[in-house]
């Protein structure tokens, strides 16, 4: 369960392993969402067609690509932290060059050069294939920054390279940007404004990766149920568009339809919904198609009806709950979790209370919660001030995560003795002896290996669980091989 108390899904960092044969040596890591692991696959995939081949030794690398995030202040430092690693090696290795990625480097743009003495080049998340130009720059004994954010770039015709790939699970980008503004966030400010990416090279995408002996795909976006493709373009454009592209329009629920019938056998799962943005049909198509998971991330940040509308989230407690109860009508199995944030400006303990009740009334099966981080920039941080001493913000983050831990809980045992499809993805953390798969709820379901393999999938007989965990036997396979 540290996995919610931490910095959890925003902060974790993950080496990419090596891919060998090319010439120069790239070292590239991501901290953040899912989004920036991604993002470092495309990137990787750019720099292979240069010659970068990529490695897990920082001492080996001639170029180190961190791919940031700025979601919170911890996010900044620990990235700042690994940059003083950096010239730390670099004191060894004087040849090599280090480049910022991601919304750190779309946020500070050329103040990075400035303040980080280390750092030779500054690339915002929609300037990636600019990086050759740039690396040049930099080879040539100059500094480069690109953080032009794009209203085009999707990075739809460039295939990612798998990096530190299982070959069982995959990421599979939609859209970019975010135009709903929360007034906390700064993802806006550093993805730039919402774009959808042609359906056909998603599911192009998805009948490759089924090809390679993929079994799993997640469809990500910062606000996937926004997704509409009406031929290019950005989503607040759609109202210009020509009759004829509005008829011919894609939305997310036709998207995920396209994607569970072009591969009945790929597992689909997508990440993030946003609750004003979730229609009725997408819930529908997920109760359709038996290979769409019975799961969905739907943050809500507050209970309180007050804050949704300081945080600018364009629907109240009531609409949150109607939501939920369509869920559990048409998805009685459906997981869902949240994301919470505890001590928003001008937040009383009034507000704090109707957080919690609302976590006792959707009861949710984990969540990633955190305490309010004000972020330059952001509405929030130009209008409010923040205002919750920390202490307060600590307590209530703690108070909100007991509960969840309770929840968690309550949900895992109401598992117990059932027999559900487990899709192996690797060997479990604690033993060898076991696999580690995910069942269709998004829950950690570990049980003995026997002679069963990663990507299979198994029908396991849950008997026992934890908060996070569901420990089980397996009885067979299940009928997706
Ligand atoms: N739609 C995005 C949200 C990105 S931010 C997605 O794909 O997940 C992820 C979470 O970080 C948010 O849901 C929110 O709970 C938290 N967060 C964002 N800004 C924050 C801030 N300033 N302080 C604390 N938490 C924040
Ligand atoms: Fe951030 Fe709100 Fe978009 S949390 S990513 S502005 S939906």
Known sequence: MEKIIDENKQGESLILEAKEGNSRKLFIESYGCQMNFSDSEIVASILANEGFDTTQNLEDADLVLVNTCSIRDKAEQTVRKRLEKYNAVKRINPKMKVGVLGCMAERLKSKFLEEEKIVDLVVGPDAYKDLPNLIAEVDDGRNA???????????????????????????????????????FCVVPFTRGRERSRDPQSIIEEVNDLWNKGFKEITLLGQNVDSYLWYGGGLKKDFEKASDMQKATAVNF???????????????????????????????????????????????VQSGSNRILKEMNRQHTREEYFELIDNIRHILPDCAISQDMISGFPTETEEDHQDTLSLMEYVKYEFGFMFAYSERPGTLAERKMEDDIPNDVKKRRLNEIIQLQQKHSLYRTQQHLGKVEEVLIEKESKKSDKHWSGRNTQNTVVVFPKENYKVGDFVNVKINDCTTATLIGEAVGYSDNN
């Open 253 to 299: 629920a036709k998207l995920l339809e396209l994607c569970a019938t072009a591969q009945p056998k790929m597992r689909i799962r997508f990440s993030t919904s946003n609750p004003q943005d979730m229609t009725l049909d997408v819930i529908e198509t997920m109760a359709k198609y038996q290979n769409i998971c019975d799961y969905i991330h739907l943050p």
């Open 145 to 183: 920054v690109n953080v032009i954010l794009s209203k085009e770039e999707t990075y739809g015709d460039i295939s990612p390279v798998r990096l530190n790939s299982n070959g069982v699970t995959a990421f599979v980008s939609i859209t970019r940007g975010c135009d709903n503004m929360c007034t």
